[in-house]
Structures are given as C-alpha cells and as structure tokens.
C-alpha cells in the first residue's frame, strides 16, 4: 500500500482546494451534498505513556500507517473540505518526527487553515517546537487538577511519578512564546468536580479551557466485561456536580463546557487506520477506511452530527497568534 500510495502522491499535479461551505451557511449560498469534515480528529497511534482511568483511546495496538499513506488520507480529506486538522492519541508525541511532518505537509503542501495538537504535554521539547512549531496553530494540553495527588489519582501521570503541572506550566510557557496559541482540555471526575482551578487557569492564559464530564465508551473504559483495558465508572459525576464545576468557574471567558450530551457524536474521529469512529451506541466503532473507500463513503460511517458540532462552538478562531510574533524574536 504504502509504495503505491507514494507514486500516487508524486505523480499528482499541485491541488487548489475550493472549500465548500459547512451546513450553517446563509441560504442563499449554495449547500454541500452530505456532511463536509471540515474540522477532522485524527488519532495516529494508541500507545501512551500515562495511564489515566478514564481514558477513551487506550493502548488496544500498536498500530501506525506508513506516513505515506496518512498523507494520502489528508490529501483526500483536504480536497473534501478539511479546514482543520487536528492530532490526538495514545500520545502522539511518542511519534515526534511523524506528526510533525504530517503537520509540515498540512500547512505546506495542503493550506489547511488551522494544525492543533491534543497531548499530555509530557514529550514535548522545545528542539521539536523550534523544528515544526512554526505549522501548529494549537497546542492542547491535559491538566485536570492542580493539586499533584489529584492527578496521581486519576492517573494522570507516568508510571506514578509527580511532575505533570509543573510540565504544562513548562510548555504552554514555550507556547506562548512561540506565538502557538495553548488550550486545557480538562475531564472533571469524583477527584476534582469541586476544585477551585481559577488562579491556574488565569496564569496558564489558554484561548481557550475545554472542560469535559467524565464520559464512558464500552470497549475502552467500562471494565473487562466490555473489553476494556480502563473503568471509570467509578469517576463519574452527576449532572448537578459537573453544573456546579462549571458554574464555579464561569467568570472564565475561556470555558468551553463539554457534557456528554455535547461531546456525543460531534467530533469527527479518525483512527489508526483512517476508519471514522461512531460512538453512537456507547462505544467506539470503526468505519470503513478512507485509503479503501475514499472520503464520502467513509463519512456515512461516522455517526457526526453536524449540527451537534457547530452547537458545541466547533468552530472557532483556531489560527496561530500572528500578534504575538510581532516582537521579532521567531523565525516565522
Ligand atoms: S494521556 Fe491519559 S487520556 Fe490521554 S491518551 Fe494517555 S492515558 Fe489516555
């Protein structure tokens, strides 16, 4: 696949992507047929060095495409409409040099508006910001708790060694000054729904505070029973505990909830193996893989609602800082 797919690529004339419009559009403009994936969720590979118990994508394989071949699905997904691309895991900065050239070829070679990064912030060197940061808009970062215990707790750590806040403080710092703009992607559990995280938050300045309730997915994270290599039914809260997290901190312009009932079926999920991910069910089934079927038949097997992912604010202004280059001190 791979060879074949890399003589495909090299014999393709330069593209110009027309981006067709998202469903939202005034009426008067023209409509796609079927859903466009403007925004894509790509999970490269599972494996990961934590061991969060409420983790969603866990280390079921080992799994990672030929980079040739994940380019050839980008190539397709931009020519359908992707806008924005962004990385998750497992943690995908146990791959450096393969996300950053998917990164390089997005933003160079495809134009795609808007490269972010979801990671728990524990593999990040400034020597890779300084080689590929210049193709990432966003880097998002995983911090449930400022209290080190909580995190321990959770699970949030690597093999139980402490450390990790002091880390995201460490790169969103290297962020900042890199001009990439930082998120928090927070998932509030029994261990942290009534922690004060006002001042940390403040202090880490994100575009944005993605705060999550605790979801369940059979086949990940609701115990052997179901195949699962995680449980995290025993950190689940209420609707009234996540409410009242979320009402706590409200004076955060930068707090972007997500219940359950928001995350569900609004993000387009893409795996190891470039099959779209429905979760429509309560659990995590791959589609047929986009390198097999191509982009639009691919999209009937992704169970996105559309409307859902506009409701949840999925688009946003997800482009690098360009103000905070303006010092001079970046290459880029
Ligand atoms: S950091 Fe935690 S939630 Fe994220 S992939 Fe690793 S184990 Fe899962």
């Known amino acids: ?21 998202v469903t939202g559009s005034k009426d008067s403009e023209p409509k796609p047929e079927g859903v466009v994936p403007i925004s894509v969720n790509y999970f490269p590979h599972r494996l990961c060095n934590y061991s969060c118990d409420f983790c969603f994508h866990t280390t079921k394989n080992l799994k990672i495409l030929p980079i040739e071949d994940a380019k050839y699905a980008l190539l397709l997904l ?30 160079e070679e495809l134009h795609i508006e ?37 995190n321990l707790r959770q699970g949030r750590s690597e093999n139980g060694k402490p450390g990790h806040i002091d880390r995201v403080f460490e790169v969103a710092d290297w962020c900042h000054k890199r001009g990439i703009k930082v998120k928090i992607n927070t998932v509030v559990t029994v261990h942290n729904w009534n922690e004060d995280m006002i001042d940390s938050i403040r202090q880490l300045n994100p575009c944005r ?29 209420t609707s009234e505990q996540f409410q009242a997290f979320l009402d706590y901190h409200k004076e955060l312009d930068c707090l972007i909830p997500e219940s359950n009932e928001a995350m569900k079926d609004s993000y387009l999920l893409l795996d190891e193996d470039m099959c779209f991910l429905n979760c429509q069910d ?18 009937k097997d992704a169970g996105f609602d559309e409307k859902q992912f506009i409701d949840r604010k999925g688009i946003f202004d997800w482009k690098k800082d360009v103000k905070d280059q303006s010092d001079g001190s970046l290459d880029w």
């Open 282 to 299: 309560g659990n995590k089934i791959s589609g047929r893989s986009i390198l097999q079927v191509g982009v639009e038949e691919a999209l």
């Open 209 to 237: 505070w993605k705060v999550f309730q605790c979801l369940l997915l059979d086949g990940e994270n609701t115990g052997a029973e179901t195949g699962s290599l995680r449980d995290a039914r025993r950190l689940l809260i």
């Open 114 to 150: 808007s490269c972010s990064i979801v990671n728990n912030g524990s593999k990040v060197t400034e020597k890779w910001l300084d080689t590929y940061g210049e193709h990432l808009d966003v880097m998002a970062i995983s911090c449930d708790s400022f209290d080190p215990e909580t």
């Open 1 to 21: 696949m791979a060879t074949l797919v890399s003589s495909f690529i090299s014999a393709l004339p330069k593209i110009s992507i027309s981006i067709p419009f």
């Open 78 to 107: 931009a020519q359908a409409g992707m806008k924005k691309l962004n990385i998750s895991g497992g943690e995908p900065f146990l791959k450096p040099d393969f996300i950053g050239e998917i990164f390089r070829y997005c933003k």
